[in-house]
């Protein structure tokens, strides 16, 4: 049996952190679909289409490694692809607390998918999406970190992208 995993998050936007969880994950799967949420009621900064793209970027030339999105539970999206793992990057104890819990409450629903989590390196524990978009939101160098593939000026936010039509 073929082991797929699926790593899922906003990645509003994507970071060196996620690459890294990703990069050290290939070994263990045979293959790993990032799966980009897509959740109506939340406000992102980059719209979907432009965050599957920067990921895109990041993991063209590898083989193990899709990008995809979806919509509701992620156990069911899982179930859909055939996935049974759920990978997750631990940075802190509260991550961890959060990553059980639904780890158990996902596990509860279907017995067949494990949560399999890595440790995030030392030097990407303070990194999160939320600083990071931050700091591009106000003007501020983000480039160290996001993957060297990303050129954040390629990209619009969201709300840049209304101002332009």
């Not at 109506?40 to 599957?52: G, H, I, P, V």
């Not at 970027?57 to 919509?71: G, I, P, S």
């Not at 859909?80 to 629903?109: C, P, W």
Request: aromatic content about 10%; glycine content about 8%.
């Amino acid at each position: 049996m073929k082991k797929i995993a699926v790593f899922p998050g906003s990645f509003d936007p994507f970071t060196i952190g996620h690459e890294a969880i990703i990069r050290r994950a290939m070994s263990l799967f045979d293959e790993i679909i990032i799966a980009v949420g897509a959740n109506a009621l939340k406000k992102n900064f980059y719209s979907l289409e432009t965050r599957k793209e920067m990921i895109n970027t990041v993991f063209k030339n590898e083989q193990k490694v899709r990008v995809d999105h979806y919509e509701g539970l992620t156990v069911d999206y899982c179930k859909k692809r055939g996935a049974h793992y759920l990978l997750r990057g631990l940075r802190t104890s509260s991550d961890f607390e959060f990553e059980r819990a639904i780890g158990q409450v996902n596990k509860s629903m279907e017995p067949g998918i494990e949560s399999v989590f890595l440790l995030t390196a030392p030097e990407h524990s303070f990194i999160n999406s939320g600083i990071v978009r931050d700091i591009i939101q106000n003007g501020g160098d983000a480039s160290k970190f996001v993957p060297a593939a990303i050129n954040l000026k390629d990209y619009k936010g969201i709300e840049d992208q209304d101002m332009l039509t």
